[in-house]
């Protein structure tokens, strides 16, 4: 498994890349770890790599009530960060359940996201608790809600010649909780089903809660419905109401709606004591 050849470019500016992009047949590399296996199996076979390493676009930083994650932070540099900076569990937590130590050293937040795959753990701990994505391209840059990025199988609202620079997470108000619980496939890591959700808690009582999901249908998801189904059970939800509400946003089999119902019911459960 040898890739087609290719040229490589390592542009030290964003104006460089994204002009080297202009090429239709070019491609972005950050950490490879999607990217180059595709390339080995030719179903990608760019002519040009751009290698967005010098653009400095890595790293953490914390602002008024966000966290902004720069596109080539590592999921390791994710796990590093500073408890105190304020980024919320769930997005450590779907880090923390991606590959092995390896893939975390290497694959990059803005590489997970771009690529779109509907089995990525950190897309649905970003669609949980609404982070926004910055976009560039040569005609400046564009801020766009997660939920409304992932528009089907590896396929999102970035355009040919944009780069995703930068991942906004809001810090979590007062009386919020968040969790991620996923099965994973033992031979490869991925999720079959993942759920990341926030909930809110009023006193003792269930607020309202968010739901991402990943590894089923064909995308990363927000779940309205399945989110719909506790708020009008006011925290509580039976597993044929969160199969009917699966079954709006995806084509599952027996066996993989049971794992999603079970993360779903663990993922609030386990939101709602931390919200508390
Ligand atoms: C063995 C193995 C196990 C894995 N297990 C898991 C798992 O359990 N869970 C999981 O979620 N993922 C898993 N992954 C996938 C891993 O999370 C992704 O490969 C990685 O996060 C993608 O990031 P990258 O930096 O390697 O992207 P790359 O491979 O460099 O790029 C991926 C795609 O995104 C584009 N791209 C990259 N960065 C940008 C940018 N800033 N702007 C625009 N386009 C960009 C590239 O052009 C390419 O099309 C696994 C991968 C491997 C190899």
Request: glycine share 10%; hydrophobic share 50%; charged share 20%.
């Amino acid at each position: 498994v040898i890739p087609a050849p290719f040229a490589y470019v390592r542009p030290a500016s964003l104006d460089a890349a994204l002009a080297a992009l202009a090429d239709p047949e070019a491609k972005a590399i950050a950490g490879g770890h999607s990217l180059l296996p595709v390339m080995k199996l030719r179903l990608a076979r760019p002519t040009t790599l751009v290698d967005l390493a010098e653009l400095g676009l890595r790293g953490i930083h914390v602002g008024d009530g966000e966290v902004r994650i720069g596109a080539l932070t590592t999921y390791a540099e994710l796990l590093d960060v500073d408890p105190r900076a304020g980024l919320p569990e769930v997005v450590r937590e779907c880090a923390a359940a991606v590959g092995d130590v390896q893939v975390r050293n290497a694959g990059t937040v803005g590489g997970t996201v771009a690529h779109g795959d509907p089995a990525s753990d950190l897309a649905a701990g970003l669609l949980a608790v609404d982070a926004h994505l910055v976009l560039a391209s040569p005609g400046g840059t564009r801020t766009v809600p997660a939920r409304d990025f992932f528009v089907g199988p590896y396929t999102t609202l970035l355009e040919r010649q944009e780069l995703l620079v930068e991942v906004v997470v809001p810090h979590l108000e007062p009386r919020r909780g968040s969790a991620y619980v996923a099965f994973e496939d033992p031979a490869s890591g991925y999720p079959i089903v993942g759920c990341a959700a926030v909930v809110s808690v009023d006193g003792d009582a269930f607020g309202s809660c968010a739901i991402g999901l990943c590894g089923i249908g064909g995308r990363p998801l927000r779940a309205s419905a399945v989110e719909a189904v506790f708020a009008a059970g006011a925290g509580t939800a039976s597993p044929a109401a969160l199969r009917a509400a699966l079954a709006e946003a995806a084509d599952l089999d027996d066996y993989r709606q049971h794992l999603a119902v079970l993360a779903i019911g663990r993922s609030v459960e386990s939101a709602r004591r931390r919200a508390a």
